[in-house]
């Protein structure tokens, strides 16, 4: 499978142990392909034109939707193309928060959110005058259910949370995560970014009201995403972008917007970055997500077990992990390590991944994360782990 990957090699043709999938995945030559034939021989307009080429652009841009739909479980008419998952869950604060939540209501995140996942909903509470509870984790930094069961009210309007850690990799019990934002009558958003690209994904099964994600973590292009909106909340929600394409009819006096998706797809849209997204999604469900999952869990299984038995090393979150794997050596900084492994051409993420408040809580201002995806394989666990040998060396720590 690694070839093909054009970009796992280095630029002297040496195989790239490539770690930092969870940032931004690698493209097979299906995605690079379908972008590039859409920029060139098919590129047009789409929505607008009268003549074939943009009649045939406007069908894939739309089987896009489809395809992106088909990846989740949801309806076409529910998929709505944004920039990635933070524009989508802007989007779902500026239009859907503004319009149900006031002053008093309360948003429920937890702890290991990533930064778009709880800014957007800062602003909202800032704006409408809501107040913003954070749920603890486990002692295996998992989301406590038990204690969002406790906390939750009659006031709280949403809840919010990952569906998988970006920085530990634990999934969420999003059923049961639904069925408690449901009893108190409140809505659940999840935040996809790190699942659709390690597991079977089915958003009825999951019964959560929102779901968003971006296609570059998904083996896509950057500049897209998706959100996800149950049809009857999608269909009640305020456009929140104006422009071209998401309007019935204009005037000076009164604007009219189109219903469904269009609505919150102001201007002219990321027309190859769709295509290419639905490219990168029919390679993903040719591979197999509940396949790539297993795959994954392996990696994920011998790097916990050979770190564990280090004794200067911590390492973060639950066992059962989809493909993240973080840790921190004692007296050695991440980014040294993270810099001492890319001289032997392994990538790894090194910092607070955009998750500040979870580095609070884990009392450390950034671990190191190595995160897998369907390419990495049992060679690239052991770079890791022969860097971490020599930059323990370099440190003076022996092995
Ligand atoms: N949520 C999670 C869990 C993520 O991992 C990321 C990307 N690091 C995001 C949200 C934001 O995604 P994007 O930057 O593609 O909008």
Not at 217 to 228: C, D, F, N, Q, S
Not at 235 to 264: H, N
């Amino acid at each position: 499978m690694r070839s093909d990957f054009p970009g796992l090699v280095t630029k002297d043709g040496a195989p790239w142990h490539y770690l930092d999938t969870a940032a931004t995945a690698q493209k097979p030559r299906a995605v690079i392909e379908a972008m590039s034939r859409a920029l060139g021989q098919d590129y047009a307009t789409v929505h607008r034109g009268v003549y074939s080429r943009s009649a045939d652009m406007t069908l894939a841009y739309e089987n896009a939707r489809r395809t992106i739909a088909s990846l989740i479980g949801g309806g076409e008419d529910e998929i709505v193309f944004t920039r990635g998952a933070t524009e989508a869950i802007n989007l779902v604060a500026k239009s859907w928060g503004k319009a149900n939540l006031k002053s008093g209501d309360r948003i429920l995140l937890s702890q290991l959110e990533h930064h778009s996942n709880i800014v957007p909903w800062q602003m909202l509470a800032q704006e409408v005058g809501a107040h913003i509870d954070v749920v603890p984790l486990t002692s295996d930094h998992q989301i406590d259910l038990d204690a969002a069961e406790a906390m939750l009210t009659e006031q709280h309007k949403l809840v919010a949370f990952g569906h998988v850690s970006n920085v530990l990799g634990g999934v969420l019990d999003a059923k049961r995560a639904a069925d408690l934002a449901h009893k108190v009558g409140a809505k659940l958003l999840l935040d996809g970014c790190q699942a659709v690209a390690h597991m079977p994904v089915d958003v009825a099964a999951l019964d959560c009201d929102f779901y968003v994600f971006s296609a570059h973590k998904l083996y896509g292009p950057t500049g897209i995403g998706a959100l996800w909106a149950r049809s009857e909340i999608l269909l009640e929600m305020p456009a929140w972008e104006g422009g071209g394409a998401m309007i019935d009819r204009v005037t000076f006096e009164k604007t009219t917007y189109a219903s469904g998706p269009q609505r919150f797809e102001a201007g002219t849209p990321a027309i190859t970055e769709a295509i290419a997204f639905a490219a990168a999604t029919h390679y993903v469900q040719s591979v197999g997500l509940g396949a790539m999952h297993e795959a994954e869990g392996e990696l994920v299984a011998r790097l916990r077990r050979e770190l564990t038995a280090m004794n200067d090393v911590t390492v973060y979150g639950p066992e059962a992990s989809a493909g993240i794997v973080s840790f921190t050596i004692d007296g050695i900084h991440p980014h040294d390590l993270g810099t001492i492994l890319d001289e032997a051409n392994v990538a790894i993420r090194a910092g607070h991944h955009c998750a500040q408040p979870l580095m609070d809580y884990l009392g450390v201002p950034a671990t190191a994360r190595a995160s897998f995806g369907l390419y990495s394989t049992q060679e690239d666990v052991t770079a890791l782990l022969e860097g971490i040998a020599r930059t323990r060396r370099i440190f003076g720590k022996g092995i």
